[in-house]
């Protein structure tokens, strides 16, 4: 008869699974509250004790760790000096092992857990015996998954346990266990920058491809994501999320979370194409539609409020890729759930404030890291360097355009009212060519005579200026430092511009 060893913390399924091996010729091992799991459902058991001949120590910190039990997981069933080891011993083979581990994401994941209720739940024996077991997969099987119980034992009904399967098995163990050791090790680290960075991300699906047809592409999730990230959206509505729109609507999440009062935000291709900001949900839309009407079809819009018939009837008259908002009105939603593609997320926006992890970039050979641009650009920390001094309005205006300036390639321009953007100029390889398509978009619109214009980095030449002002910019703000600020600023004078130096440089590759 083989024997297995069952230690489950999460007991579903458990007691099925335990009536299949017993089924297929197993005796069976357990521990402390598995045991009385598998005893109350009246299947015999041979607890642990006697096997290691030692009782549970150490509030059940100490139950595995035996010779008697690790010695029947490692020995070789095709070595005779192990072989002959286990009978010096008495140490009967073990050739199966079922763990899964302690909860550890999942109190760490519950309100004000202290640190000491973490740490004992950091599972020791569970990951040693799952180790142990895939280490020796080629004589041992290994379960460490409730969903994989159903296909071991149909595997063990039809004899078809084959040496891939096993193989199979122990690899899962060791993502499993580095998985698990990653969110400890994340859960215990107070450096910023420890010489290690261990990360750990689980699928959430597989893509029908990536950026282009010919690309296969996966979205993998944080072990905790934000309540305030599209890994934990809910899809109300429509076809699966693409690569490009996971990008795409992320960048959205992290541009409307910089304001407060009613927004929307149109997003294409990473860049912003119009935000639009008022007291009523629907005139925020106007706005944000105004700012760029031709950009915005088949973008990415995101409210910052749920979303109201009135707006709703709107956003229905064009295409769009995805809505994503606090919530949808019922009769909002009827409208808007009419065009079967167009998918419709909710977001927790209560979260949107709360502080975010570092920024994850892949490089060939690596990983660059950093933290997020949160810099919360204050009018009262400019400085206007020129003669011309700009007024309250306008000052708010260029904080207004700083938010937006953020979240746009570089280089940047954003002409912007108080309220709304009118131009953004993006991606561009020099600066010049980024503020014509910036004020070329927005000269033509109502209130260009009371927009500014917001750069994301310095100017290192005067033409941006001069070109801004022969344009009918009246207020420039940039963060200055550049060798050449003062023919800028002498520029700014000569046409009576009032130039304005942030101190903050936004760039965003």
């Not at 120590?57 to 490692?74: A, C, E, Q, S, Y």
């Not at 192990?82 to 011993?89: K, P, V």
């Not at 064009?318 to 079967?340: Q, R, S, T």
């Not at 978009?441 to 009371?450: G, I, L, S, T, V």
């Amino acid at each position: 008869m083989r024997r297995a060893l069952l230690s489950v913390a999460d007991k579903t399924g458990i007691v099925d699974f335990a009536h299949t091996l017993i089924a297929n010729d197993f005796e069976l091992v357990s521990t402390g509250g598995t045991q009385a799991v598998l005893a109350d459902a009246g299947i015999p058991v041979i607890p642990i004790e006697e096997v290691t001949q030692f009782p549970e120590m150490l509030d059940g910190r100490v139950k595995t760790l035996n010779p008697r039990v690790f010695g029947g997981i490692l020995a070789k069933r095709d070595d005779p000096n192990h072989q002959q080891t286990l009978a010096e011993h008495a140490i009967t083979p073990i050739d199966l092992v079922c763990v899964n581990l302690y909860p550890f994401a999942e109190t760490i994941s519950q309100p004000d857990v202290t640190l000491a209720a973490a740490v004992e739940q950091i599972d020791i024996g569970g990951p040693s015996l799952i180790r142990a077991a895939a280490k020796n997969y080629r004589d041992v099987l290994v379960v460490c998954d409730v969903a994989d119980y159903d296909q071991v034992g149909q595997a063990l009904v039809a004899h078809s346990d084959t040496l891939p399967f096993r193989k199979h098995l122990a690899a899962k163990v060791f993502h499993h266990t580095a998985h698990y050791d990653a969110v400890i090790a994340t859960y215990l680290t107070d450096e910023a920058k420890p010489d290690t960075l261990t990360l750990t991300y689980k699928r959430k699906e597989a893509l029908r491809y990536g950026e282009n047809p010919q690309q296969t592409a996966t979205f993998y999730q944080d072990y905790q994501p934000s309540p305030f990230s599209i890994a934990a959206a809910k899809q109300l509505h429509g076809k699966p999320l693409s690569f490009n729109n996971i990008k795409d609507a992320d960048a959205a999440l992290g541009l409307i979370r910089e304001f407060s009062d009613p927004t929307v935000v149109a997003l294409k291709h990473m860049n912003p194409c119009g935000i639009g900001t008022d007291d009523v949900l629907e005139r925020a839309w106007d706005k944000c539609y105004a700012a760029d009407s031709m950009s915005i079809f088949g973008g990415i819009i995101v409210l910052n409020r749920p979303v109201d018939l009135a707006t709703a009837k709107k956003m229905h008259q064009l295409f769009l890729e995805i809505i994503i908002a606090p919530a949808f009105d019922n009769d909002a939603y009827d409208v808007l759930a009419k065009k079967k593609n167009l998918r419709l997320l909710t977001v927790d926006f209560s979260a949107a404030n709360d502080a975010e992890p570092d920024e994850l970039v892949s490089v060939r050979g690596g990983l660059l890291r950093q933290e997020r641009d949160e810099i919360i650009d204050d009018p009262a920390t400019f400085q206007t360097v020129s003669n011309a001094q700009p007024t309250p309005e306008q000052l708010a205006a260029i904080a207004f355009g700083l938010k937006a300036i953020k979240f746009v390639k570089s280089n940047a321009i954003v002409v912007n009212t108080i309220d709304q953007t009118l131009g953004i100029g993006p991606g561009q390889m020099n600066r010049i060519d980024a503020l014509k398509i910036a004020v070329d978009k927005a000269e033509e619109k109502p209130n260009y005579d009371r927009a500014v214009l917001v750069s994301d980095a310095f100017f290192p030449m005067a033409d941006c200026v001069q070109y801004a002002a022969e344009h009918g910019i009246r207020v420039i703000a940039e963060p200055g430092g550049s060798i050449r600020d003062q023919a800028s600023i002498d520029m700014a004078n000569e046409h009576n511009v009032a130039l304005v130096f942030t101190n903050h440089r936004h760039f965003r590759h």
